[in-house]
């Protein structure tokens, strides 16, 4: 395996999915950790991160001591670069305040970290870090690859197997990064691919056992890709003393829950109780209009309704969580400080501490993309696996103002209609996210002979990778003409419809 010394770096879970798309099987340590870290895992090679701090200020981070002594090999990246070099007896010189831009690396000797992507005497784009720089390299190192303004841009020592790098291989700014440190981990510290979604399954399978013995294990699963996943490996491993619970919250879309009831129960035979709570959720969140209460009241009720239903199963002594390695990232952080809320998510959050079982996180060490893997080996089909995401919340939050059934009615057929029209376009899988909002507002229309005074319904669609930022979908007017006329003629209640053009920041993709 591979260790991966984060610190502190905003790309740090980058370098990560590199090595594992590359197949080797890798964690990420903050440094403050990274002692213990290395002496658990005794990696075959470590990877440091950038980072925001400068190795010239009095008590900046530094990476253990071991690690050299140890003999791995090492892949140090950026803020990485300088802390060994600075470590191992090369200079270091203070300079700016890091920030980042294109650069073009030449060439200058071959070696192992370039096979097949970059030869001598030529010169390649890559996505330099500038800030400190060394000055002095340390004994045995030579530069093998460098630019006008970072002279030590590869500086290596191959006796050594330590390759340190000015540049972000792992951003996709540096065209053949993902090439490079798969270099590094197969060519140089010499791991094979073995990390595949299958030995994940088969491993992961035999923990599940391992830790829950003959127990009972309860799990929320929601129909988003993350419970499912996590709930047929559980399954898979413990069969029938695993227990679902589906609670509909009156919040899902069209015809949702039997849909998922129907697949997990039908196609994988899973014990899967649906509890139908929409009138408790509807009658308590009826009138309320703020966004944060009305995302606290379906929190509390979820988890209440959620220990009601697990206390009727009884006896389970573990919860099940689809957690993900991202959650569970130790974060370096710099600056500290308290960041605003700007909305509460509701997922299952608070409730292990409240339930006092054990937790039981299959997915703790994927990726998302490695979760929808392990879902199509699963068997999930693609249809599933590629569903655009869905708040906790639901159509709650889709609905400003105080909710009602009517609605909630009226909004689950236009988004039903808006997103059969995205399907039948072609455009599902090449939007992030796309629903339809009902607002709070009537205005006047004209049907027939008749005057109308109906809701407006807005149709949100977004471009995304991770859902931190957003832009809108620049949709052509003909299928935004088509779907708005289907929407009016087909769904009783709303006489216009508008487009959102918000791009998040500033605005949000959800309206609440
Ligand atoms: P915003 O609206 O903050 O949403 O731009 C970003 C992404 O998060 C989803 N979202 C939620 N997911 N529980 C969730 O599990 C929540 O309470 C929640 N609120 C927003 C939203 O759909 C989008 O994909």
Sequence with gaps: ?????????????????????????????????????????????????GGPDS?????????????????????????????LCLQIGGQVEGGHHREFGRADVEILKSSPLFEGIWEVGKKYPVWMSHGDRVTVAPEGFEVIGTSPNAPFAICVNEAKRYYTTMFHPEVVHTPDGAKLLSNFVHKIVGLKSDWSMAAYRAEMVQK????????????????????????????????DQLSCILVDHGLMRMNEAADVVAMFREHYNLSLKLVDA???????????????????????????????????????????????????????????????????????GGLPERMNMQLVEPLRELFKDEVRVLGRELGLPDSFIGRHPFPGPGLAIRCPGGITREKLDILRQADAIYLDEIRKAGLYD??????????????????????????????????????????????????????????????KGINRVVYDVTSKPPGTIEWE
């Excluded at 213990?36 to 990696?43: L, V």
């Excluded at 919860?319 to 710099?334: C, K, M, N, R, W």
């Design 430 to 491: 090449t939007i992030w996210q796309a629903f339809a909002v009902l607002l709070p507002v009537q205005t006047v229309g004209v049907m027939g002979d008749g005057r109308t005074y109906e809701f407006v319904c807005a149709l949100r669609a977004v471009t995304s990778v991770d859902g931190m930022t957003a832009d809108f979908y620049p949709y052509d007017m003909d299928f935004l003409g088509k779907t708005a006329t289907r929407i009016i003629n087909e769904v």
């Design 278 to 348: 929409s009138d408790r959720f509807i009658s308590q969140l009826e009138g309320e209009a703020d966004p944060e209460t009305k995302r606290k009241t379906i929190g509390r009720l979820f988890i209440e309704v959620f220990e009601e239903e697990a206390k009727k199963i009884g006896g389970a002594d573990f919860l099940a969580q689809g957690t993900l390695y991202p959650d569970v990232i130790e974060s370096v952080s710099f600056s500290g400080g308290p960041s605003v809320t700007i909305k509460s998510h509701h997922n299952v």
């Design 1 to 49: 395996s591979i260790l991966i010394i984060d610190f502190g770096s905003q790309v740090t879970q980058l370098i990560a999915r590199r090595v594992r798309e590359a197949g080797v099987y890798c964690e990420i340590v903050p440094f403050q950790l990274a002692d213990d870290g290395f002496a658990r895992m005794k990696p075959k090679g470590v990877i440091f991160s």
């Design 55 to 83: 190795v010239t200020r009095e008590g900046s981070p530094r990476a253990p001591q071991a690690v050299f002594e140890s003999g791995v090999p090492i892949l140090a990246i950026c803020y990485g670069q300088q802390t």
């Design 208 to 239: 599940i056992r391992d830790q829950v013995g003959s127990g009972k294990v309860i799990c929320a699963l929601s129909g988003g890709v993350d419970s499912s996943v996590a709930a047929l490996l559980i399954h898979e491993a413990i069969g």
